[in-house]
Every structure is written in C-alpha cells, then in structure tokens.
Nanobody, 115 residues
Framework: HVQLVESGGGSVQAGGSLRLSCEAS???????????MAWFRRAPGKEREGVAR????????YYADSVKGRFTISRDNAKNTVDLELNSLKKEDTAMYYC??????WGQGTQVTVS
C-alpha cells in the first residue's frame, strides 16, 4: 500500500526559505526513482496549481512560471523522498502543498504560510 507523507511546512517571513519533503512508503528506493513525482499547492479561494515536477530516468524538472528560479525539486533516493526547496518566499506562496505520484496517489499536505 503506497503512501505519501509531506513534512517541512511552517511559517516564515517573506524572503525566507523552507524545505518540504515527501516521504514515500510502500516503495522500494529504486521504484521511487522510476516514478514521476510532482508538487502542487492550493491557496485559500484559488485553484490547485502545479508547482514542480520531476521525471523518471533523466530526472528532468519542470516548474511553474510563478516559482521558477526560486523553487527546486529533487530526489533523495537514500531517504526515499522527493523534496521541494522554497527560497525567496513571497506572501503569494502561502498555500497547502501536496506531493503526488504519477499514479495519482496524494499526500495529506503540509501548510506553508509566508507573512
């Protein structure tokens, strides 16, 4: 049974940084590296937004224009996680952040609040 659990959210001031982590259970480390993973976010009153994605194999990454140059998605196969580093945070980055795999398994989310 595959589960994804996010962590690392919190409250920071504008300009600050956070590192979110998505831990996968039910995967072998090799399987996680063979799975396309993504981070989404949903702010109050707004549509869900795809933030970043990392492909299998080459590990090519994709970022929404709103976060390009500030956020970085990466895999840590040793820890069996997919991480999202958030830098130069803005108030508009305030949202619940979710990770999801290519099989549409979602985590429960972790809250990021920027003041």
């Amino acid at each position: 049974h595959v589960q994804l659990v996010e962590s690392g959210g919190g409250s920071v001031q504008a300009g600050g940084s956070l590192r979110l982590s998505c831990e996968a259970s039910g995967y072998a480390a090799r399987d996680l590296s063979d799975t396309c993973m993504a981070w989404f976010r949903r702010a109050p009153g707004k549509e869900r937004e795809g933030v970043a994605r990392i492909a299998t194999g080459s590990g090519n990454t994709y970022y929404a224009d709103s976060v390009k140059g500030r956020f970085t998605i990466s895999r840590d196969n040793a820890k069996n996680t997919v991480d999202l580093e958030l830098n130069s945070l803005k108030k508009e980055d305030t949202a619940m952040y979710y990770c999801v795999n290519q099989f549409m398994v979602w985590g429960q989310g972790t809250q990021v609040t920027v003041s």
